[in-house]
Structures are given as structure tokens and as C-alpha cells.
């Protein structure tokens, strides 16, 4: 019971694929009471569902793009829990035809809206996350390798993850003398939703199931338990 008496925030849920929500799974399995955020109607239904699964979880909706419905959710998750100790950003998003073809032909729009739902986000959240963690605590996001390499099709996404990568830097130096630990899990390509819109993807867990150590592909489960070790204390 790594999370024995913890109470966390799961952002980026939106189906039993997310990795967040195979996070969510490692944490309540080792004792984490959690609530998450859906995005929009569209999502509600199903995160409420999978919520009632966990004992003791919440759900609130926010779209991080808005700064009034992060605040409201944190409203709430003051209401529940009185306190954070963990923050889990799970959030990313491009317009899809940013995700294939030429890095070169990125809309000025696409680039903003990539770098501000993907990694600003982040900021943002844990921007209003950090008073609720009065004894310290952990945060974490997740990113992939595109953010260093340049991964076809993957494109202004990757620019958004080298940004993310980036924050959270400064974030953690912000952050540490507060007793707040912030990292970012670089995941191996997985068939999500959202994986689903980057050109190629099943090319991209086929390459890594021949080429990655352990010659298979990365399992959701696999970076829950890694996101359950950085969540411990
Ligand atoms: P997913 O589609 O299950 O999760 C993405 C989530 O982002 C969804 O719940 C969606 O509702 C949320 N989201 C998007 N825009 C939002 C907004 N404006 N406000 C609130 N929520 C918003 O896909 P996933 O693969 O589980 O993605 C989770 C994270 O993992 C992302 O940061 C992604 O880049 C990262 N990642 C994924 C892979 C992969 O191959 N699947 C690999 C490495 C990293």
C-alpha cells in the first residue's frame, strides 16, 4: 500500500486506453483516494463510469484551456480532500492535420494551440495544485521521445513536449523547496486516443516492439506502475 492515506488528481482521462487512467489504477490499487477531470460533455459519462469503479473518487469537469474551470476544479477538489498529494497531467493535443506531412507546414494556430492545451497546461495546473499541497507532494506529466528526436509525423507535437520538458525544469525548481517533486514519463508509443491522431502510429509500436529491450510494446499498466513509483514518496 504504497499510497496508503494519499489523495490525488487525475487529469486526462477520457477512456479504460488512457494512461491515465492505468494510472489511476496503480494508485488506487495501492491506496490512493483520487478524482479526476473530464474535458467536456463528450467524456463525462465515460470517466463518471470509471470513476464509481474506484471507492471514494470524484469527478469534475475542466477543459485546461480555461483558466475559471481549473480554478472551480480545484474549488472542488479543496471541498473533498482539504489537501493534494500528488497531480498527475495526462493532457495533450494538436488539430490533427498538424500530425502528418511536413513539421514545416505548421499553422501559426497549431503551434499555439499544441504548446498551450500540452504543455502551458501543466504550468497552469500545477499553479493552483501547489497550495493544496501543504506536506509537499509529487507531480508528473507525461512525454515521449519526439521531444528530442524528431519522429515523423509526430511534428509540432514534439515541439509541445520539448516546451513540457522544459517546464518541468523550472517547475521542479520552483517547486523543490516546497517539498513538491515535479518529472515527466517518456512512455513508448501506445494506441490511445490520442495516439490515434498522429499519422503512422501502429508503424511506430510495431518499430518499437522490434527495437525497445524488452522487444515488446509499451503497456499502459507497465507506465502506471512507473508513474506509481514517482507518485510514492
Ligand atoms: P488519451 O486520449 O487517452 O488522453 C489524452 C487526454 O487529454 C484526454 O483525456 C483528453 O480529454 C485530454 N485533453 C485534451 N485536450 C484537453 C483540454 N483542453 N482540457 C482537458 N483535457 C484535455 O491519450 P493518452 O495517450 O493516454 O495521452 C495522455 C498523455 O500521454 C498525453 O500527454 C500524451 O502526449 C502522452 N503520451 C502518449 C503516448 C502514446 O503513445 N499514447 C506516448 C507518450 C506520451
Known amino acids: ?42 467524456f463525462k ?3 463518471e463510469k470509471l470513476a464509481e469503479g474506484l ?15 481549473i480554478a472551480a476544479m480545484m ?21 490533427t492535420e498538424e500530425l502528418a506531412g511536413e513539421f514545416i507546414n505548421t499553422s501559426r494556430q497549431g503551434f499555439a494551440t499544441a504548446l498551450e492545451v500540452s504543455a ?11 497550495p493544496l499541497m501543504k506536506n509537499g507532494g509529487s507531480i508528473i506529466t507525461m512525454t515521449y521521445l519526439g521531444s528530442e528526436r524528431v519522429i515523423p509525423n509526430y511534428n509540432v ?11 518541468v525544469r523550472y517547475l521542479a525548481n520552483d517547486l523543490g523547496p516546497r517539498g513538491v517533486r515535479v518529472n ?19 508503424k511506430m509500436v510495431e518499430a518499437h516492439r522490434e527495437i525497445a529491450p524488452l522487444r515488446h510494446a509499451t503497456e499502459q499498466a507497465e507506465v502506471g506502475d512507473t508513474a506509481l513509483f514517482l507518485l510514492s514518496s
Open 75 to 95: 474549488k472542488g477538489v479543496e471541498g473533498e480532500f482539504g489537501e493534494l498529494d500528488f497531480l498527475v497531467h495526462s493532457i495533450a493535443y494538436a488539430p
Open 157 to 167: 507535437m514534439g515541439v509541445a513536449k520539448a516546451a513540457l520538458e522544459a517546464s
Open 45 to 47: 459519462d465515460k470517466v
Open 184 to 202: 515527466a514519463i517518456s512512455a513508448g508509443p501506445i494506441r490511445t486516443l490520442a495516439a490515434r491522431g498522429v499519422g503512422g502510429i501502429s
Open 1 to 42: 500500500m504504497l499510497l496508503e492515506g494519499k489523495k490525488g488528481l487525475i487529469l486526462g482521462v477520457a477512456n479504460k486506453q488512457s494512461i491515465a487512467w492505468a494510472i489511476a489504477e496503480s494508485a488506487a490499487r495501492e491506496g490512493a483516494r483520487l478524482i479526476f477531470n473530464y474535458q467536456n460533455d463528450r
Open 120 to 130: 502551458y497546461s501543466l504550468v497552469a495546473v500545477s499553479r493552483a495544485a501547489a
Open 55 to 69: 471507492e471514494g473518487s470524484k469527478t469534475f469537469q475542466c477543459d485546461v484551456g480555461s483558466d475559471d474551470e
